[in-house]
């Protein structure tokens, strides 16, 4: 295909041609049988939508607060490890982008270009950074990323909590993945730095690394009380499915949950993120912000999710698929491609800002799991 891509899945398309097929099936697969993969994308096609007429659409706006901060748009960039698989100038080249659209970026703790790098590209243009974290055996490590992202100037803090082992991705286990050598995970190897208490596998093999760092005892009380301890930014905690880790993230002074699946990396056979969304919007009322991210391809999917309750929403791949096809611009695309798809349905949906965006837009489906 040679026209310039009009939407996600042109972007998608692209990307499973040109990329190289180790790089893709990382960035691709889902855990083992990749049914929730495949539902978090199809689910959203189970909601449909009921439309309000003759309501004045001349000027839209996607303008919300987020953490209490102005932000032009509630869609934003999941964490996403290495996207310097997809592009040399990596997050860099996201983060660009990014501010370009004025979405939040989250930062994987794996990015491949460091937290303070990344920052720089973009801050200061009325866009938010947020630092995405993993719980390590040895807190110190921890505890230098947290100092390192508030130093930088990140404003919120996003624990990953649904990844104590790295989900079993059977493409990955095949080929032993692990990124080119000229591919590190720069907040702590790069040439000039390696940090102290992380392990490295020798032979590269990424759920190995992964999994010898991370703190697989952790829990609500040793890992979110222990971070509000040492931190006054904002928590959020990413990987929540269910009402009942809703309240223990508001018990555990959270400021928000990301309702996610890990875009059905980790374990296979949850809920899609669309479903699971509605129960945790109940429990958190108006206690905690809820954020989601999975699956979500168009514009309509970021309407059905700001229906059911979600303050945000973010994708990771598409972000990913827009870098593996022109860099910045690749990734600005994306955004762009989605943003506009957003306020086309805020248009035709008869709903001009995002605060009158509710529950009487979706019909949900007569199959409900919750
Ligand atoms: C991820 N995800 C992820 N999440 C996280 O908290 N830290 C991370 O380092 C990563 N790394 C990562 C790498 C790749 C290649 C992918 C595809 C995903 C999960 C990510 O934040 C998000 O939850 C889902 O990917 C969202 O689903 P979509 O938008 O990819 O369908």
């Known amino acids: 295909m040679n026209a310039e891509p009009v939407c996600i899945k042109d972007l998608e398309e692209i990307a499973s041609r040109v990329m190289p097929s180790g790089m893709w099936d990382y960035y691709d697969s889902g855990a083992n049988g990749q049914q929730t993969k495949a539902e978090n994308e199809s689910a ?36 996403c490890a290495m996207h310097r698989l997809a592009h040399d100038d990596g997050e860099a080249a996201t983060s660009r982008a990014a501010s ?23 801050s200061g243009r009325g866009t938010q950074y947020w630092m995405q974290l993993y719980v390590y055996r040895d807190r110190s490590v921890t505890e230098s990323i947290v100092r390192r992202a508030e130093r930088a100037g ?7 909590v649904d990844a104590p082992v790295l989900g079993r991705r059977l493409a990955d286990a095949r080929r032993k993945f692990g990124p080119p050598p000229h591919v590190q995970l720069a907040n702590f190897f790069t040439p000039q730095r390696s940090t102290a208490g992380v392990y490295l596998d020798p032979d ?11 703190d697989r005892a952790l829990t609500w009380t040793n890992g979110i009380d222990w971070l509000r301890s040492i931190t006054s930014l904002p928590i959020v905690v990413k990987g929540v499915l269910t009402a009942e880790d809703t309240r223990l ?19 296979d056979g949850t809920l899609a993120t669309i479903d699971a969304l509605p129960q945790v919007v109940e429990a958190a ?8 991210d999975g699956g979500v391809r168009r514009g309509t999917d970021i309407f059905k999710a700001l229906a059911l309750g979600a303050r945000a929403v973010f994708v990771a791949r598409p972000v990913l698929w827009g870098l593996v096809y022109k860099g910045e611009d690749g990734a600005y695309l994306a955004l762009g491609l989605l943003q506009k798809e957003l306020e086309t349905a805020m248009m035709l949906a008869g709903a001009p800002s995002i605060a009158d965006i509710d529950e009487s837009y979706v019909y949900r489906p007569a199959r409900r799991w919750v």
């Open 44 to 79: 959203f096609g189970h909601y449909r939508l009921h439309p309000r007429m003759l309501r004045d659409v001349s000027a839209i706006s996607t303008e919300t607060t987020v953490l209490g901060q102005r932000v032009k748009t509630p869609l934003g960039v999941s964490p």
């Open 100 to 122: 370009r659209s004025g979405s939040i970026m989250i930062l994987s703790t794996f990015s491949t270009v460091s937290l303070e790098d990344v920052i720089a590209q973009g």
């Open 154 to 160: 990140y404003k919120a803090l996003v624990v990953t």
């Open 204 to 214: 590269g093999e990424f759920s190995k690394t992964f999994g010898a760092n991370l």
């Open 249 to 267: 993230a508001i018990e555990h002074g959270c400021a928000g949950v990301m309702v996610s699946n890990h875009g059905g990396r980790q374990l």
């Open 285 to 292: 009322g108006d206690q905690i912000e809820v954020y989601m």
